[in-house]
């Protein structure tokens, strides 16, 4: 979401994954009326960012080209179905989605690779979603699990969660950190979460932290990111 609704510099960052490395890129695809009301003061600024098809079509052909995988976050029916013509390669159930259980079973019937967001939530409320996609097949889910803080303080992290979650569950366990970008453990915590037998990453990325874009608190610089990779 770092591109804020500007297709070019969505581009640029796409491009800026591929060269530094990275497996996959993730977007966000949402349409405003599936996240607020519109009298929240939000609305308008994510009306504006809202892409048509076609759009979403030339990024993933973009991605696609740059030999990198695609998936999307998903806040709705509207958007799910969006992200399904894409054809994308795996979708990611946020957070604020993980107790909408019409959503989860949608996204559970879909033959794509699932990552369920474990950062947010609590022990209960992954059981119930985990149990929809059982119904389904759990063979492809993958757990994600990240702090919910922008940034996240290193002793906000709780690294040790991602044991915990993986005895729990008994699924993969990735990480999404959200650690202070500027920080020399912004690069060197996902070890750590490596050793503790994550194969998943997710990292926000950014042209330029010092614009102080969205979630630019977290966001790695290309140089950086390709130094994370």
């Known amino acids: 979401n770092a ?11 796409v491009s800026s994954a591929a ?10 695809i949402y349409f405003a009326d599936e996240l607020f009301n519109q009298t929240h003061a939000e609305f308008k600024k994510f009306k504006q960012r809202e892409w048509p098809l076609e759009v979403w079509q030339t990024l993933v052909a973009s991605a696609r080209k ?8 998903v806040f709705g029916h509207a958007s799910f179905h969006l992200a399904l013509s894409l054809d994308i390669d795996f979708l ?7 107790s909408n259980d019409s959503l989860v079973k949608k996204m559970s019937q879909s033959p ?10 609590t022990p209960l409320e992954l059981a119930r979603a985990i149990e929809i996609i059982q119904e389904s097949d759990d063979s492809r889910l993958c757990l994600m699990y990240g702090f919910q803080a922008f940034p996240t303080m290193i002793e906000d992290s709780h690294i040790s969660r991602i044991r915990s979650l993986q005895d729990m569950f008994h699924l993969h366990v990735g990480l999404a950190d959200h650690i202070d970008a500027d920080h020399k453990m912004a690069i060197h ?4 979460a490596l050793g503790l037998g994550c194969r998943v990453f997710e990292k926000h990325i950014t042209l330029d932290r010092a614009a102080k874009g969205t979630d630019y608190f977290s966001s ?9 990779v």
């Open 3 to 13: 591109h804020e609704g500007d297709a070019s510099t969505a581009q640029l960052l």
């Open 19 to 28: 060269q530094a490395g990275a497996d996959a890129v993730k977007f966000q």
């Open 66 to 73: 740059s030999n990198l995988k695609v998936g999307a976050d």
């Open 92 to 98: 990611k159930i946020h957070s604020s989605d993980v």
């Open 112 to 121: 794509h690779p699932l990552i369920l967001s474990a950062g947010g939530t």
């Open 189 to 192: 915590l996902p070890l750590v």
């Open 220 to 228: 790695l610089e290309p140089n950086e990111f390709k130094q994370f």
